[in-house]
Structure formats: C-alpha cells, structure tokens
C-alpha cells in the first residue's frame, strides 16, 4: 500500500508541475491509496457506476436530478456546478482526467431542468434562489460538510457557487468560481465594448444589427458567433476539432432554461440574470476562494482578479491559453491549478 500512496503521490507532484510556484506536495498519508479511493464498499450505487438521482422538493413538486460520483477521500469532495442555465455536466468530463490521480472525490451534477435530470415544463423554476436551495438538497444528500465540501462552479455555475457561499458557506470548506464575473451588466459591458470591437469590424456590425433587430435565429448570427467569436473566446481550437464533451454539451442545452434566465444573446445577458450583481457582497465570503480566469475568456480576466483580492480569503488562478472553457483549451494551467488549491486548503495550508 505504501508504494501505491506514493504513485498517487508522484501523480500529484506531475499535475502540479505546471504551477509557477507550486506548494509543497501532500504527504503519501495525506492521500488516499488506490485501494482506498476506488473502494465501493458499503455504497448502494455501485451497479450504477456511482449515479444516484436525487429527489429535490420544489414550490411546484418535487422532481429528481442527476448526479455521479467518482472516488472516496474525506477531505476533498468537490460538487461541479455546470454553465449554461440549462447545460450539462458534460463541460466537466475532462475532469476524469486529472482528478483520480491526484485521490480528488468528485460528483458530477446536472441541475433541475438539464439534460440527465429531470426537465418540468415550469418556468418558475428558473430562479436563481430556488437553484441555490437545490444545491443544498442535494449536498444534504451526498452527505458532505464542512470539513470537506468544496463546491465548484463554472460561468453560470460560477453563479450559483457565489449564491450558495453567500447564503450557505458555514457548509462549505472551499469556493472555487471558474470563468465568471461578479456583475451581470459588468459582463455585458466587457463583451460589447471590449471583445465586440477586437472582432473585425464588418463581422461586429453585423452581430451589432442582428441583436438590434433581435434576430438570434438567424443562421449568419450563429455562423458569426461559432466561427469568429466561440472559437476566440469559448473553447479556442476550430469547430472540427472541439472535443466531444463540448459537442455533447451544446447539444443537451435545455433552451427553455437558458433564454429565460441568460437571454438569447452571446454578448451579455438579457434574461432574468441581466441585473445581478453580486460585487458589494465578494467581502462577505471567507472561505478558502479560488477565482479562475483566462486571457481569451469571454469574461475580464481583470475583473477576477479584483475578485479574489475581494473575498476573505482568495487566490486568482490565470489561465494564459485559455478562453471561457479553458479546462478544455488550457488545461495544463486549469487542473494543475484546481489541485494545487484543494490539496492546501485540505492540509491547512492556504
């Protein structure tokens, strides 16, 4: 068992390699042994490759979402909080790749109204409240706390997480808010005024008319978006080569949640999030935060970093390669990042 806590150990010690000045790396005890975090023992989900389907009780009934879980290590368990409103777990898959090797449980989660959950056609639902009150649900039921639970959220997750923290963090051991500004209309403002006018202008006056007209149906708007914009500022490799995770994502979407909550647009919102703001209240979270931005990100990298010298306690983690998925187009910044946050808020050394 000892050599195996080493390999884990040594796995830890590769991922971290790309951090500019890595922490010193967790002892072999500090981490679980193959052995251990793969052991199902005792668990009533093992037929189903770790899913359970949580009953969550809402205003309007109660329905069941979709979660998996991957691993065993009492210290570090992490719920992801998928984009969209209305996307998929499926942004985190590439998760499977670096999370078991350095002994990270994690659960994957799709959110009431996504594709592996459960869908009511009810769009009161769509608050962002009552999401919050969902995540709880279903941490009571995963059976996580405070002296393990870190929630991780990615743009509309980065959302959400910001939301729970600052209703429910005496739940919470750490924060991570992936690619996600603080202010709705801020975000707006960075894709207009900044992103907008980088694109080449005739491109730009084009998406400029089609969103005046409210014409978001428009093949071209989509071409525009996919072709000079996604791949600048979403995921950047060319359409072809996007991986299937992201693929799959954009094809589960659930429309019925994104165009209420996000709006029609891909230059800020317009939904029921269009006025959100949460940028006074950053002071009132003090656990352990890691805030994740990227030079190519469809959000101001700047404005993260102002993030994580707001809240308590905060650490901002660039990602010089990458864009708003930059756990797929500049991972080797991304993950090494991610661990290297969670193995020292869980051996006390953040």
Same mark, same amino acid.
């Given at each position: 068992?000892?050599?195996?806590?080493?390999?884990?150990?040594?796995?830890?010690?590769? $991922? /971290?390699?790309?951090?500019?000045?890595?922490?010193?790396?967790?002892?072999?005890? $500090?981490?679980?042994?193959?052995? #251990?975090?793969?052991?199902?023992?005792?668990?009533?989900?093992? @037929?189903?490759?770790?899913?359970?389907?949580?009953?969550? /009780?809402?205003?309007?009934?109660?329905?069941? +979402?979709?979660?998996?879980?991957?691993?065993?290590?009492?210290?570090?368990?992490?719920?992801?909080?998928?984009?969209?409103?209305?996307?998929?777990?499926?942004?985190?898959?590439?998760?499977?790749?670096?999370?078991?090797?350095?002994?990270? #449980?994690?659960?994957?989660?799709?959110?009431?109204?996504?594709?592996?959950?459960?869908?009511? !056609? %009810?769009?009161?639902?769509?608050?962002?409240?009552?999401?919050?009150?969902?995540?709880?649900?279903?941490?009571?039921?995963?059976?996580?706390?405070? /002296?393990?639970?870190?929630?991780?959220?990615?743009?509309?997750?980065?959302? @959400?997480? &910001?939301?729970?923290?600052?209703?429910?963090?005496?739940?919470?051991?750490?924060?991570?808010?992936?690619? &996600?500004?603080?202010?709705?209309? !801020?975000?707006?403002?960075?894709? &207009?005024?900044?992103?907008?006018?980088?694109?080449?202008?005739?491109?730009?006056?084009?998406?400029?008319?089609?969103? $005046?007209? !409210?014409?978001?149906?428009?093949?071209?708007?989509?071409?525009?978006?996919?072709?000079? *914009?996604? /791949?600048?500022? +979403?995921?950047?490799?060319?359409?072809?080569?996007?991986?299937?995770?992201?693929?799959?994502?954009?094809? *589960? &979407?659930?429309?019925?949640?994104?165009?209420?909550?996000?709006?029609?647009?891909?230059?800020?919102?317009?939904?029921?999030?269009? %006025?959100?703001?949460?940028?006074?209240? @950053?002071? !009132?979270? $003090? +656990?352990?935060?890691?805030?994740?931005?990227?030079? *190519?990100?469809?959000?101001?990298?700047?404005?993260? #970093?102002?993030?994580?010298?707001?809240?308590?306690?905060?650490?901002?983690? @660039?990602?010089?390669?990458?864009?708003?998925?930059?756990?797929?187009?500049?991972?080797?910044?991304?993950?090494?990042?991610?661990?290297?946050?969670?193995?020292? +808020?869980?051996?006390?050394?953040?």
């Amino acid at each position: 068992m000892k050599k195996l806590a080493l390999l884990l150990g040594g796995l830890y010690l590769l $991922a /971290t390699a790309c951090t500019s000045t890595p922490p010193a790396a967790p002892t072999a005890d $500090a981490l679980p042994t193959l052995k #251990e975090y793969f052991d199902n023992t005792g668990r009533n989900d093992v @037929l189903a490759g770790g899913i359970r389907l949580i009953p969550i /009780t809402t205003p309007s009934g109660t329905f069941k +979402v979709w979660t998996k879980r991957t691993g065993n290590n009492p210290k570090i368990k992490v719920l992801l909080l998928h984009g969209g409103p209305g996307g998929t777990h499926e942004e985190w898959l590439a998760c499977d790749s670096y999370f078991p090797g350095a002994g990270i #449980e994690y659960y994957y989660y799709d959110q009431l109204g996504s594709y592996y959950s459960d869908q009511p !056609e %009810d769009s009161t639902l769509w608050r962002t409240e009552r999401f919050v009150e969902e995540v709880e649900q279903v941490r009571q039921a995963l059976g996580l706390d405070s /002296t393990n639970f870190f929630l991780m959220g990615q743009s509309w997750g980065g959302i @959400l997480a &910001m939301e729970y923290a600052l209703k429910y963090q005496e739940n919470l051991k750490g924060l991570i808010i992936s690619n &996600m500004m603080a202010s709705g209309p !801020e975000y707006g403002a960075y894709a &207009m005024e900044v992103l907008g006018p980088a694109m080449d202008s005739a491109l730009f006056a084009e998406i400029k008319a089609f969103e $005046a007209a !409210e014409d978001f149906g428009n093949p071209r708007y989509m071409d525009i978006l996919l072709n000079h *914009h996604y /791949t600048e500022h +979403v995921i950047r490799m060319p359409v072809a080569d996007w991986p299937d995770p992201i693929n799959r994502l954009f094809a *589960h &979407m659930n429309p019925a949640v994104y165009v209420p909550m996000q709006g029609p647009s891909e230059f800020g919102i317009r939904g029921l999030l269009a %006025d959100w703001d949460v940028k006074d209240r @950053l002071k !009132e979270i $003090a +656990v352990p935060t890691l805030v994740i931005g990227a030079t *190519h990100d469809t959000m101001d990298p700047k404005h993260m #970093e102002w993030m994580a010298g707001e809240v308590q306690h905060g650490r901002f983690l @660039l990602c010089p390669n990458g864009s708003h998925c930059s756990q797929y187009d500049d991972p080797e910044h991304y993950f090494p990042g991610v661990i290297s946050f969670l193995h020292d +808020v869980a051996a006390g050394r953040f």
